[in-house]
């Protein structure tokens, strides 16, 4: 069936450091990907998208780019901060048929140091 | 503002007491959904609905119910609540199932 998987965390890194949370999907057609972010008692929010191979989306010095040869779309940012401290979903839609359902990886937490 | 809410955003209940948690969209979106979080596990579809009177269940459904009356309210309702559906729950709408989704901002709820 479909699924994303996450590299685990926590991810610790010190501010202006480069970040890099890996994501691979599997899935049947040709799904739409997304990177969505949770802060601290908040819901989920949209960070990123992309909905065919190839596409980068980007957002807020977010990168993530659809590689469908490896079939992964890892997320990048050259320089983080302090305030980017979250939980990072990676998901995917279903490509036809859509019901609408997002499949989820498990999450990944940033933690990022003064 | 356009946004997705939820009420309550804390309840704490005890085992086989039904309750209702309500969730309301102000973008005139077709497509609604729930999902419940639980660590480890990433967020998994309950229930979702492409529009008024149309519902249909998603991979965690049993123990839920939903309806879909009006364009902008989709409750989840669990009529017996047990333990284990303790979890983080969150509702989201879209234009359409194809498109992104708002998520509105969470519910937490603790079954005794």
């Known amino acids: 069936g479909n699924s994303v998987t996450q590299m685990e965390g926590p991810v610790t890194l010190s501010e202006e450091a480069f970040l890099t949370i890996n994501c691979t999907y599997t899935?049947?057609?040709?799904?739409?990907l997304f990177w969505y972010v949770q802060y601290p008692g908040e819901g989920l929010q949209l960070l990123l998208k992309?909905?065919?191979?190839?596409d980068k989306g980007s957002n807020k010095g977010f990168e993530a780019t659809y590689r469908k040869e490896t079939t992964s779309f890892h997320l990048e940012k050259g320089s983080v901060q302090v305030s980017d401290s979250a939980v990072y979903f990676c998901a995917l839609t279903h490509g036809s048929g859509n019901t609408g359902k997002l499949i989820f990886g498990q999450g990944t937490t940033l933690q990022v140091k003064p | 503002e356009a946004q997705v809410t939820q009420n309550p955003r804390y309840l704490i209940t005890v085992t086989g007491k039904k309750l209702t948690v309500t969730c309301s969209q102000n973008?005139?979106?077709?497509?609604m959904s729930w999902y419940r979080q639980d660590p480890g596990l990433g967020l998994r579809q309950i229930y979702y609905s492409m529009n008024v009177e149309v519902t249909d269940k998603g991979d965690v459904p049993e123990g839920y119910k939903v309806s879909r009356k009006e364009k902008r309210n989709f409750p989840l309702i669990l009529e017996s609540p047990s333990p284990n559906q303790t979890s983080l729950y969150f509702c989201?709408?879209?234009?359409?199932?194809?498109?992104?989704?708002?998520f509105g901002p969470g519910t937490r709820l603790t079954v005794l």
């Open positions: 992309a909905t065919k191979a190839d």
């Open positions: 973008m005139n979106h077709e497509y």
């Open positions: 989201a709408s879209s234009v359409t199932g194809a498109y992104e989704q708002f």
């Open positions: 899935a049947t057609g040709y799904p739409s």
